[in-house]
């Protein structure tokens, strides 16, 4: 008779790993399996984003977004330091190019504020003084925002949890998942895995895995492409901060940004191009599959609807270098073409309501046995760690009484998590 693994997890990227890592390390025991349907792990959006921690200045406040990213912002630091994964904190600012973007400057303050994170207002002058490349009428700093190595962070983590008995199935790719008995059945395109529990964390294919379990309904993921380019070699010295514009508050997007990126790289991007495909990073061909299941959900059609402008903007910003240029030239004028060189895309895996509202906050979907984290788009690289926390404690709050696990104080969790 086949083994039945307490926790199977599926997804190799942050999320999915932080969630077997923290299980396993909570329950000491219990056996836990990942499986990954690539070769590797955090090869999709964790692989392939800004690698900012975000210090959780933007989201609606009580929401899970704000909650977990500040607290996720402390254990990042945390754990980076701990297992000597690359990390800086480097500081954020946030640059109104002229007077009609006080206002939205004035907003993002104030939802810090409501918070409880720091910014300090920086004039024109104090802005020069600190980013001589960097022109704007005001900026606020955040000094807790940072940049990490998150495939390092993967990567640690990956090799703590499989050193404490996890383990970890790469090129094993769900096809299917049924409840049954007191257990989870997960069919793969290459074994059966048995488990009491199963934890989704698939990115981009998380409506698709949801729909397995039945809790598919109601919404689904629509990738944005975020192209970037990179800024050549002699400017990661010269730029200290991570440089933002002010967001447009109607998208979860925060716009194209000079990014410093660990190894003494410099991006700007990412833009927020509506992709038709979710995995196609090279250039936006069409995917037929993907692009059936968008046009054949009206928030589809709602969504582009609403979102019109910008989607031809973006798509502008996508055809010309030029264009994707004159907007980082707001804020950094002295940048030129030949600075630029093509990065690695990213592709969100962001979730939209049959009402083609964007899902802002963090979506998690539960059955009896499984529990599917259907919208995680960013900040969850930097929220992975509360995200997990919370996943392990749904999970231990479901066990019949006679198998119910401990429920952790949160900060204890985390303290043990360094120390395993
Ligand atoms: C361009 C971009 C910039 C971003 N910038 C930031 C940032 O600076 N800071 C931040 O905090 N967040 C950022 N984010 C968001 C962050 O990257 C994601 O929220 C986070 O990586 C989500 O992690 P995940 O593990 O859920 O998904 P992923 O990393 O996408 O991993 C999902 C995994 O599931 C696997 N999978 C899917 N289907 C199956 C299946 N059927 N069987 C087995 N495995 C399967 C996939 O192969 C993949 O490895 C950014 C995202 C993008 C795309």
Redesign the pocket.
Same mark, same amino acid.
């Given at each position: 008779m086949s083994h039945t693994f307490s926790l199977a997890v599926?997804? *190799?990227?942050?999320?999915?790993l932080a969630t077997a890592w923290t299980y396993q390390s909570r329950y000491p025991g219990t056996s836990v399996v990942l499986?990954?349907?690539?070769k590797g792990l955090?090869?999709?959006?964790?692989g392939?984003?800004? *690698?900012?921690i975000?210090a959780g200045v933007y989201y609606a406040p009580g929401s899970l977004k704000a909650t977990y990213c500040r607290r996720g912002a402390v254990m990042t630091k945390w754990l980076a330091e701990a297992m000597g994964v690359e990390f800086d904190i480097c500081g954020k600012l946030i640059v109104a190019t002229d007077d009609e973007e006080l206002p939205g400057l004035a907003a993002i303050a104030e939802r810090a504020a409501q918070n409880g994170v720091p910014l300090t207002r920086i004039d024109r002058d104090g802005l020069r003084e600190r980013e001589p490349h960097v022109a704007g009428r005001a900026a606020y700093l955040s000094p807790s925002t940072g940049i990490v190595d998150f495939p390092g962070l993967c990567r640690a983590m990956a090799e703590r949890f499989e050193a404490s008995g996890g383990t970890i199935r790469l090129g094993?790719?769900?096809l299917d998942i049924r409840e049954e008995g007191g257990k989870v059945r997960l069919i793969t395109d290459r074994e059966e895995v048995l488990a009491k529990h199963m934890v989704a964390?698939?990115?981009?294919?998380a409506d698709r895995?949801a729909a397995m379990s039945g809790v598919g309904e109601g919404f689904r993921i629509i990738p944005f492409r975020?192209e970037y380019y990179e800024v050549r070699a002699a400017w990661p010295n010269e730029v200290r901060h991570l440089i933002y514009p002010v967001p447009d508050p109607s998208l979860p997007f925060l716009g194209v940004h000079l990014t410093r990126m660990v190894g003494n790289r410099l991006t700007v991007g990412?833009n927020a191009m509506l992709s038709f495909g979710r995995e196609c990073y090279g250039s936006n061909i069409p995917d037929p599959r993907d692009l059936l299941d968008a046009v054949t959900f009206p928030g589809y059609w709602k969504l582009m609807l609403r979102h019109r402008k910008s989607a031809m903007s973006e798509l502008a910003g996508s055809l010309s270098k030029r264009i994707f240029l004159n907007r980082c030239q707001r804020y950094c004028p002295s940048l030129t073409l030949d600075d630029l060189t093509p990065w690695p895309t990213?592709?969100?895996?962001q979730a939209v309501g049959a009402d083609g509202q964007m899902i802002e906050d963090f979506l998690i979907r539960e059955t009896a046995r499984t529990t599917h984290?259907c919208n995680?788009?960013?900040?969850?690289?930097?929220s992975a760690l509360p995200i997990a926390e919370h996943v392990c404690d749904r999970i231990a709050a479901r066990q019949t009484p006679a198998h119910r696990l401990p429920q952790r104080d949160p900060a204890k969790a985390a303290e043990q998590l360094l120390t395993t």
């Open positions: 599926v997804g *190799g990227g942050i999320l999915g499986v990954e349907r690539d955090a090869r999709h959006q964790t392939r984003n800004s *690698g900012v975000h094993t790719k769900l964390c698939a990115g981009l294919q895995i975020g990412p990213g592709i969100r895996a984290v995680a788009p960013s900040p969850a690289a930097t």
